[in-house]
């Protein structure tokens, strides 16, 4: 049986563990919470590792960087596309919360303990003190961009080193790379896991009272995966866009769904870029990148958590202000941390621009907690999925 199992595709194990997870938590609920060592096991794994992973192959690809490759000037439009992207999701949202308004029960307990960022202006300075952070410190507390900055600085400096020192950096990314092999052969015994504690301590009845919500959030994030994405992949590639959105979908997506950790997904992401032909000093960029910076998802959720508040509250909303939420939902997504619930924190940024309180914006992302099981999850799922769809597309796209 295990023989039978090793021969079958990673995603095809991977489908299996979500089959038997559901079953599990379905009628053995009481087993459940003894396997949530797996998820946690695999979840640890990839978040320790991802780190150093990335700035071992960032400062290798950098360092043995021959010029004239063309993979430098890809970079720039994979961040456009990512802005591009956050913009017509948060847009979408936009339109998606005028069709079907809904309403909140805002008479939650307020959470002080959470303390979400005080401003815009908070977001940018803290995004930009992340780039000087103490190496170290960004290895240890997984801050993808100060990580970028420093592989970055010191790959450009040992461009000038000698041969036998880029050598050394090669074998170490190599031998980083295996380590990540091993660890996501172990994906389907972690997804397992994951999912048989998310089924068994959802609780559909608590989510029930958020249907609306939740329909809303999920519908517009899978109408931005399978319409928004293919749109803006088809521009660039010139090319039927589903088959590289669906194999995102299927290969990254499905892993960030019950990781619910953008940052966790860069080792997933960045071997599938891999197989799909991406140069790897493209990919070591462009797909780290991605997990700190572009969170179409959370600007969904955003956009669609404050449009709801202004609508429970009653307030006007012009088509002006749309466009300036869905700006700043865009800039505030940026600044979302790459784990599970980071953008529920900056839905009170958003509020501010129609004076609501942070008493009641709190009570907003309270309600978001409860309803993150499912919301938070699609909400990485098209994160990540996200990130190596669009640095796959603007590889493929015909030079001019």
């Not at 997984?142 to 420093?150: P, S």
């Not at 450009?156 to 074998?171: E, M």
Request: glycine share 6%; with cysteine.
């Amino acid at each position: 049986m295990f023989a039978a199992l090793a021969r079958l595709s990673l995603v095809t194990r991977i489908i299996i563990a979500i089959i038997l997870g559901v079953a599990v938590a379905i009628f053995f609920p009481n087993v459940a919470p003894y396997l949530s060592l797996l998820g946690d096991l695999f979840i640890k794994a990839l978040k320790s590792v991802a780190p150093i992973l990335v700035f071992v192959l960032v400062l290798s690809s950098i360092a043995n960087f021959k010029v004239g490759g063309g993979h430098d000037s890809k970079i720039k439009p994979i961040i456009m596309m990512y802005a591009v992207g956050m913009f017509l999701s948060a847009m979408t949202a936009v339109f998606a919360s005028q069709i079907f308004p809904s309403t909140l029960f805002l008479d939650v307990p307020h959470q002080a303990a959470v303390q979400p960022p005080g401003s815009l202006a908070e977001i940018l300075k803290n995004l930009l003190l992340s780039f000087v952070a103490n190496p170290i410190v960004a290895i240890s507390e997984a801050n993808f961009i100060g990580i970028l900055a420093w592989a970055v600085t010191l790959g450009i400096a040992f461009r000038h080193a000698s041969d036998t020192s880029k050598v050394f950096l090669t074998d170490t990314a190599e031998a980083v790379n295996k380590v990540i092999r091993l660890v996501i052969s172990f994906a389907p015994l972690g997804i397992f896991g994951l999912v048989a504690v998310t089924f068994a301590e959802a609780g559909i009845d608590t989510l029930a009272s958020y249907g609306q919500l939740l329909a809303v959030l999920i519908g517009t994030m899978f109408f931005v995966a399978l319409v928004i994405n293919p749109i803006m992949v088809a521009f660039v590639t010139r090319s039927n866009p589903y088959p590289l959105v669906l194999k995102c979908l299927r290969e990254s997506g499905i892993t960030a769904f019950f990781t619910r950790s953008s940052a966790a997904n860069i080792p997933v992401n960045l071997d599938l870029a891999k197989r799909l032909g991406v140069a790897e000093s493209t990919a070591s960029v462009a797909i780290p990148l991605g997990a700190a910076i572009n969170m179409a998802g959370a600007s969904v959720t955003i956009t669609i958590l404050t449009l709801a508040t202004v609508h429970t509250l009653g307030i006007h909303v012009d088509l002006t202000t749309m466009v300036i939420l869905s700006i700043v939902a865009t800039v505030s997504a940026c600044g979302a941390s790459g784990v599970a619930g980071g953008s529920l924190l900056l839905i009170p940024v958003a509020c501010g621009l129609f004076n609501i309180s942070t008493d009641i914006a709190m009570q907003v992302v309270a309600i978001g907690m409860v309803i993150s099981v499912l919301q938070d999850s699609t909400e990485t799922a098209l994160n990540s999925s996200t990130d190596v769809l669009f640095t796959v597309a603007v590889d493929r796209a015909p030079s001019k």
